[in-house]
């Protein structure tokens, strides 16, 4: 197949039709012009010029190639001086944690891409677990966690801190607490499933007593767990506070006050260690850290 700069030296000389023009206006000697030339020809399979005193000029097939060839040059010169010339352009692939994608990234991203128009995202919601194997597998750009997890391969920034809060849609149990979290374990629990960042702290935070607790169902969406709390009012779980803002301000949800816990974890934006930061991604960084106070 032939290279772009075939092509560039091609046009050059069906333009200047002397060899020592080309080589000049490109800065290249004048046999390395002849053999960019000839290999073109060989690999169109037949000559381009013909040799008329001391120019070259194209023959019927070079002016064909020539007709052809030029506006796709044209076209791949101005992509070129469009992606330098316009560094913010192009696509931001992010990955977050069920609770950052549902609750805190939504409203950034939008507003970035209103800012920047040339720039798409795309937002792949996963468990802590996963995100940090899209990031560090390359499968994407920059990654927001909860909970444990970050890794040697990973490059993190803490964004915030989130809290944890127990929940029922039982207003009499809320209002007898405070509780012992051991008083509690008995209960029917449902739990993000296995890799979860809320899940994780939670366990983390209440070890020993959380071998002791009923677990009847795992669910990996918030809003099915939010459900099931407000159907079955013997239900108990835990969320993030950032989740379940509106339903304890309207007394659809209970938060159980836990004795001797209090369950926190961060918000984490993670990047590939060693990874070079595309301008675009620098800027989208920077965008962010600026808008939640913290530049």
Known sequence: MYTLKQLELFLDLGRSEKIIDTAKKFGLSQSAVSMAIKELERLLDGPLFERIGKRLVLNGRGAMLMRSAQPHVDALHALYD???????????RLAASVTIAEYFIPTLVCNYMEQNEHVSISLKSANTADVIHKVTSGEVDIGFIEGEGILEEVESRVLMRDELVVLTSDRALAERGPWFIDQLASRPWIMREKGSGTRAVFLNAISPVDQELNMVMELEHIESIKNFLLAKPDYLSVLP???VRRELEEGHLFEIAIKAHHFERDFTMIARSQQTLLPLQTHFQEYLLSSIGLQ
């Open 82 to 92: 469009q992606m330098r010339s316009d560094s913010l352009r192009g696509e931001l």
């Open 241 to 243: 506070r950032i989740s």
